[in-house]
């Protein structure tokens, strides 16, 4: 996607919305340009879905001139916000239970390509939206992976999808992501930080690089930074600064 200037020295317009699927109505914030159409991109959350800071990647999206959609991810158990995520912990089991139920019904087969649908639907009728624009998808952990299965669910629509320290990206299941490859026609980025494979580098690796993708050449690259939860203001711009083109690569994983 080429890069877009924003429109009205950078003034956006966010609404809460409401848009239905096949499994109900999902809670979003839809944030544009205060004027004009756009391309789309769907903003996929983390684990701790819809929320104040991912409210702001919205809106500094939209004064680069996006027209930038963020769901609720887990829209059909709970309303967004779900929870605090300062006071989250992941060693607390209470937290975990908590947690777990909702990244199940997130990353549940099916779901994250029956929602893509409406989330588009919704978004080339706005006329913020210009529909003639290849659209983009990304997301952060969680988001990660369902971005890249928005991409193999529209490949007529997204052009670009971007995981940054995505979970999930390849496993041993079926459904696992890098098995999707072949569907995709979007350009993708996917950056992972220096620990993000830690436990299992040279599997995930491999894995990556065997993605069955015709004409595709994967490479790998760490990127020298460590995320902790939620500090994305750290390793987003490290990662923007070393993401480039290649051709279609269907994934990247850590040397």
């Known amino acids: 996607m080429a890069v877009n200037r924003g429109p009205d020295n950078g003034r956006v317009v966010e609404t809460d919305v409401e848009i239905m699927t096949p499994d109900g109505s999902c809670d979003a914030a839809f944030t544009h340009p205060s004027s004009g159409s756009h391309p789309a991109v769907l903003l996929w959350a983390d684990a701790f879905g819809l929320r104040p800071s991912m409210r702001a990647m919205a809106k500094r999206l ?9 769901p609720n991810p887990f829209y059909r158990l709970t309303k967004a916000p779900f ?11 209470a937290d975990m239970a908590k947690l777990r139920p909702l990244l199940e019904t997130a990353k549940a087969p099916g779901h994250v390509e029956t929602d893509a649908v409406a989330f588009f639907e919704f978004l080339d009728a706005q006329k913020a939206v210009n529909p003639k624009r290849k659209a983009g998808a990304h997301g952060y952990c969680m988001g990660g992976l369902l971005s890249l299965k928005t991409a193999a669910r529209l490949p007529q629509r997204v052009g670009a999808a971007a995981s940054f320290h995505g979970g999930g990206l390849v496993t041993d299941g079926p459904d696992s992501p890098h098995l999707l490859a072949h ?7 996917v950056g992972i930080a220096e620990n993000d494979d830690a436990r299992s580098r040279m599997r995930r690796t491999n894995s990556v690089r065997r993605s069955p993708r015709r004409g595709c050449r994967p490479r790998s690259r760490c990127i020298r930074t460590r995320c902790m939860d939620g500090a994305f203001r750290t390793c987003r711009p490290t990662m923007a600064s070393r993401s480039t083109t290649r051709r279609r690569p269907s994934a990247r994983g850590a040397n």
């Not at 939209?62 to 963020?70: F, M, Q």
């Open 183 to 189: 569907k995709i026609k979007a350009h993708i980025y």
């Open 83 to 93: 929870t605090d995520a300062s006071k989250m912990n992941f060693s607390n089991p």
């Open 62 to 70: 939209a004064a680069g001139g996006y027209a930038v959609l963020v």
